[in-house]
């Protein structure tokens, strides 16, 4: 995986309580783990949105990251990077369970 050490700690030290869904921008839910940005997000203080690709057309050229307090493009990027303060961080239900990350290959040969 080309993520950052620090995507892949904030993972793997996420709790149970840590998960929790959340509305993204396109209209869905999704699971995420709480940061700071997800904090930043309900006090609706979350950082800038450019909206610079219409990345995902549900968004609507950021009226919907808008209206939710994130855009998703510009968040996922900021986790891949390891920026803590500022990435979205998702996972699945049973995140909380990880205890090392493996490849795809070792998963399926399991």
């Known amino acids: 995986c080309d993520a950052s050490d620090e995507f892949k700690n ?3 030290a996420c709790k149970k309580e840590d998960i929790e869904l ?3 921008p396109v209209g869905y839910p999704a699971r995420g783990v709480r940061t700071n940005l ?5 006090k609706r203080m979350g950082p800038k949105i450019n909206c ?23 968040r ?5 990077s390891g920026k803590k303060e500022t990435g979205l961080f998702f996972t ?8 090392k ?3 795809v290959k070792e998963l399926m040969d399991k």
């Open 52 to 74: 610079i690709s219409n990345c995902v057309a549900p968004c609507g050229r950021g009226k919907e990251a808008t209206k939710v307090g994130y855009c998703i493009a510009d």
């Open 10 to 12: 904030v993972l793997l």
């Open 76 to 80: 996922l990027f900021d986790a891949w």
């Open 101 to 103: 990350l493996i490849s």
């Open 22 to 24: 959340i509305k993204s």
């Open 92 to 99: 699945g239900a049973n995140g909380y369970r990880l205890e």
């Open 38 to 42: 997800l904090d930043l997000v309900d």
